[in-house]
């Protein structure tokens, strides 16, 4: 692999050199006066990131997978019913975290490629009266199909069935990257991570709490010690907190609204247009079923019978020295993702593609080379906002 190349995996993302900085500073001691305004510009930063306008924003040293540990722990108990939908890797992994808990999941069986089943969830929610379903998890954005999920639908279900349960959105993968709107959706625990729309090193678990979710954490019996919210509350930091991480999640935060969230959420999707453009350039398809559901952080590109997606990964890594992300679980070896979130730009992009053309004509995919360049280089120049030719 090669340092100068950017990544093209959907997490950890590319880090801009202006929070690599922000992340590395000394050691400071956190319980001094320097450390309060430091913890509140990351966490009033993050609220404003997922559009909070009430609750608590609460953060762990961990990953992405902490935070659904956190939101699972601190708001249910033992045998409680949750509803959960399993469309790809993530998905899973979030089901297999509430059984490991004991927690009794109904789930949906979707095939990989599909979203979060709205209109089956809202027929579960109006045929459970007794309100047995204390948590609905949605994956905002399934990092291993390439998937984004109607969160506001899924509000929509549970608001027509009059249903109480809480609703837990995984959003690792598209918080930063793709609107999310944490209160006007109903959202009552939000979990995402440093490494991917925040552009940081792993290394923190960031959950948004809304006032529903933290009265429900009042008589949730299940264990938690480390990731207690309670504690959190209390002390702020019951333990050591990652301080170098928290000042970078500041400055991150700052960076994703000074360049405004629309317009964050519009670069990502004119990138991701671009890397589907040259999807349909090389004659391939998106694992996603339909156009609705495509991500703008990450596309999982179908190989065709007999490449292996494993293969193609390394093969990149060992001759571009530049890293796609593999298939995993049930698309194991059938697909290959590109990774399109955090700090890329077009031109970024461009050689990510042209990096997977090659590639791809290595391994014996049938792909014109230039062929996909082409296609996303045409979409750049026709969507591009200049500012010389906007003036003409
Ligand atoms: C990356 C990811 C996770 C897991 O996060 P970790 O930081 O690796 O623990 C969970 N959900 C989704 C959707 C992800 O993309």
Redesign the pocket.
């Known amino acids: 692999m090669s340092s100068q190349n950017p990544v093209f995996i959907?997490?950890p993302t590319n880090i801009p050199e202006v929070l690599r900085r922000a992340c590395d500073i000394p050691t400071m001691d956190h319980r001094s006066a320097a450390f309060p305004p430091l913890f509140e510009r990351a966490k009033s930063g993050v609220k404003r990131v997922l559009k909070m306008d009430e609750g608590e924003v609460i953060l762990f040293p961990?990953?992405?997978?902490?935070?659904?540990e956190a939101a699972v722990t601190n708001t249910l108990s033992p045998g409680d019913k949750v509803l959960a939908a399993r469309h790809g890797m993530?998905?899973m992994?979030?089901i297999d975290l509430c059984q490991r808990h004991r927690l009794d999941v109904e789930i949906v069986t979707c095939p990989w490629g599909e979203g979060a089943p709205v209109e089956r969830f809202a027929e579960i929610l109006a045929a459970d009266t007794a309100h047995e379903i204390k948590a609905v998890l949605v994956?905002?954005?399934?990092?291993?199909t390439g998937v984004v999920s109607d969160v506001a639908g899924v509000r929509r279900a549970l608001d027509a069935a009059q249903h109480p349960a809480l609703l837990m959105v995984?959003?690792?993968?598209?918080i930063g990257s793709m609107d999310f709107r944490m209160t006007e959706w109903g959202v009552d625990l939000a979990?995402a991570?440093?490494?991917?729309g925040f552009m940081l090193p792993?290394g923190l678990?960031i959950v948004g709490v809304s006032p529903k979710a933290l009265a429900a954490m009042e008589g949730a019996t299940l264990s938690r010690c480390f990731f207690d919210f309670r504690d959190m509350l209390k002390l702020g930091t019951p333990y050591t907190p990652a301080v170098g991480l928290l000042n970078g999640l500041g400055a991150a935060c700052d960076m994703l609204l000074e360049e405004g969230l629309d317009n964050v959420f519009a670069r990502h999707h004119r990138i991701a247009e671009g890397v589907r453009k040259a999807v349909v350039g090389w004659g391939l398809r998106p694992c996603a079923v339909a156009p609705a559901l495509y991500s703008n952080s990450?596309t999982a590109i179908v190989l065709p019978e007999g490449i292996d997606g494993n293969a193609l990964c390394r093969h990149a890594a060992d001759a571009y020295g530049v890293a796609f992300g593999a298939g995993l679980g049930e698309v194991a070896g059938k697909v290959f993702r590109i990774g399109h979130l955090g700090m890329l730009t077009d031109v970024l992009a461009l050689s990510g593609i042209a990096a997977a053309e090659m590639a791809m004509a290595d391994m014996g995919v049938p792909v014109t080379l230039g062929s996909g360049v082409a296609a996303a280089q045409a979409h750049y120049r026709a969507t591009k906002t200049d500012p010389v030719r906007a003036a003409a």
């Open positions: 959907p997490g961990a990953s992405g997978t902490g935070g659904w993530f998905s992994k979030w994956t905002h954005n399934e990092t291993a995984d959003g690792v993968s598209s979990v991570g440093s490494q991917k792993v678990a990450v």
